[in-house]
């Protein structure tokens, strides 16, 4: 079994920052690309950054230039570092990973259970 446990939400000022992070734990042969997505109340889900087992990244329009993902191999754990925080950011943030349990196995999505990001004064 796999999980993805985040954590580092929590309540912002405009303007602020807040470093959100997931770690991998479990089965894993090796993590492939991992992620955040978002989601704001009547909203759809929407990609906010990804980062290849290269270290590749790619990120969402509205968040480029103040949010940086990054990745530690070893720990199998992303982060995502936020700053210059705005209201519009507040969603509940997931953690999403490619992550291939066996050298035989196929490659299987998984996601966290989410983080609360707020963004208000």
């Known amino acids: 079994q796999v999980q993805l446990v985040e954590s580092g939400g929590g309540l912002v000022q405009p303007g602020g920052s807040l470093r959100l992070s997931c770690a991998a734990s479990g089965s894993i042969f090796r993590a492939n690309d991992m992620g955040w997505y978002r989601q704001a109340p009547g909203k759809q889900r929407e990609l906010v950054a990804t980062?290849?087992?290269?270290?590749?990244?790619n990120y969402a329009d509205s968040v480029k230039g103040r949010f940086t993902i990054t990745r530690d191999f070893a720990k199998n754990t992303v982060y995502l570092q936020m700053n210059s925080l705005k209201p519009e950011d507040t969603a509940a943030y997931y953690c999403?990973?490619?992550?291939?349990?066996?050298?035989?196995?196929?490659?299987?999505?998984?996601w966290g259970q989410g983080t609360q990001v707020t963004v208000s004064s």
């Open positions: 980062i290849t087992s290269g270290g590749h990244t």
């Open positions: 999403t990973a490619y992550i291939l349990r066996g050298p035989l196995e196929y490659v299987q999505n998984y």
